[in-house]
């Protein structure tokens, strides 16, 4: 198993037996209080073309202050590169398909405070992810198969991990009580070969607890 699913597991398992207990300890109306603060979302992230990329990613955050969350999420992935790969023998063309796991934590600024007359619902977001996939070409200087970046691999498994560091904004609205629907557009400041999908990155979350 990935040391990365078994850490984010263990961290999430954490979380959750602190938090029981400590709300354990807490008087009702303290209950009420720090319930307020916890903010549960759900984001969908969509890329087509030449690139497909399908991204789901349960977060969930904890307000600092009224305006700043901070918090974790786990992250599933799907990316197809269209005609990725070439076979210089043959000259045939193939997609690179992944299923892709991951974790990341995330900071979000709201500047209702600041904007309040102009565009309620405005924040800034920044975080950090950490990816791992499998291909089925592993990297090899006298490889056949030859990517569109002109890097040359052969036939054989290869575990990939890739870092990214995402830094942009969106608009979050309420849509009935507590709950709320929101767009972000974000940039890969750490975009790489590796990386499965192209900038920008485009995501549609719906949550509880704004």
């Excluded at 799907?78 to 892709?100: A, H, Q």
């Excluded at 485009?202 to 949550?207: C, K, P, S, V």
Aim: with cysteine; proline share 4%.
């Amino acid at each position: 198993m990935n040391p990365l699913i078994v850490n984010l597991k263990l961290h999430l398992i954490f979380i959750g037996l602190f938090s029981s207990i400590f709300l354990c300890a807490q008087t009702p109306m303290q209950n009420e209080m720090l319930k307020d603060k916890w903010l549960i979302e759900g984001i969908v992230g969509l890329q087509f073309g030449d690139v497909t990329a399908i991204e789901f990613s349960p977060m969930i955050g904890y307000k600092l202050t009224d305006d700043f969350v901070s918090g974790i999420g786990f992250t599933y992935e799907y990316s197809k590169y269209n005609d990725f790969y070439m076979d210089t023998e043959t000259g045939s063309l193939s997609d690179r398909k992944l299923n892709i796991l991951g974790g990341r934590i995330f900071g979000r600024y709201y500047l209702s405070n600041w904007l309040e007359d102009i565009l309620e619902g405005l924040f800034v977001h920044a975080e950090f992810e950490y990816l791992s996939y499998t291909i089925n070409y592993q990297v090899d200087a006298n490889g056949k198969f030859v990517d569109v970046f002109g890097v040359p691999y052969s036939p054989g498994k290869q575990s990939v991990n890739v870092p990214g560091l995402l830094v942009g904004g969106g608009l979050s609205q309420p849509i009935g009580g507590r709950a709320f629907a929101n767009i972000l557009i974000l940039y890969n400041l750490n975009e790489s070969n590796e990386t499965p999908y192209r900038n920008p990155v485009i995501r549609i979350g719906f949550g509880y607890g704004f």
